[in-house]
């Protein structure tokens, strides 16, 4: 289920709405002075590291598991295993990490008021030539936040996340529906947006910021 987010520079958060509503207001709450553009850079390139990183520990133990036990093997995976997965990539790099989304399927990953707005940015850009870079922004004084989209681009992504009873098998279903009882992730789509990468970075970690 190898999901890959797709990577371009962006040191700016682009505030705006957009005509493809996630079901919230496209508000963006008031931040703290700019950070410099050294900064953001530093905090992008730092950002799409660990991003990758992460996602690279993720998609091998998810891999495993699926070759162990087919599709049926990697939800439990996904329920159990992840979440100490990213807190563990967190930890080593002194850093928070989140995939955030507009329709979760572990409630801990629902997207907040700010973030849905940040989604709805992405999706907003998404298009067939023209995938949406990350962004940085400042929500805190002493936190440089880095966002990347994650995009649905392997169709072994819709064995889980797609149309339940055609790409979703029937046993699945169930044991979706058993192992996450308040699921809203399935019905997408190849090239739509999955949710995203949310990385807040303290700014005393970045040499420029110092």
Known sequence: MKCLPIWFVLPMLLMVGCSKSLDSPTHVAAVPATLSAEVQKDAI??????????FSLL?????????????SNAL??????????TASMAGKHGVT??????????????ADITELAILNHFEAALTNTN??????????ASTATFFAPIILNNELCLKCHGEPGKD????NVALIAHL????EATGFKLGQLRGA??????????PRAR
């Open 76 to 85: 439990p995976f996904c329920s159990l295993a992840a979440s100490p997965l």
């Open 180 to 183: 996450y009882p308040q699921d």
């Open 97 to 110: 990490i989140r995939r955030i989304t507009h329709k979760p399927r572990n409630p801990a990953g629902r």
């Open 45 to 54: 390139q730092l950002g799409k590291s660990i991003a990758a990183e992460t």
């Open 168 to 171: 979703i098998s029937s046993e």
């Open 197 to 206: 990468w949310r990385i807040d970075i303290p700014l005393a970690s970045l």
């Open 131 to 140: 995938s949406p870079p990350p962004l940085v922004t400042n929500f805190t």
């Open 59 to 71: 998609s091998s133990n998810l891999q495993t598991a699926i070759q162990q036990d087919g599709v």
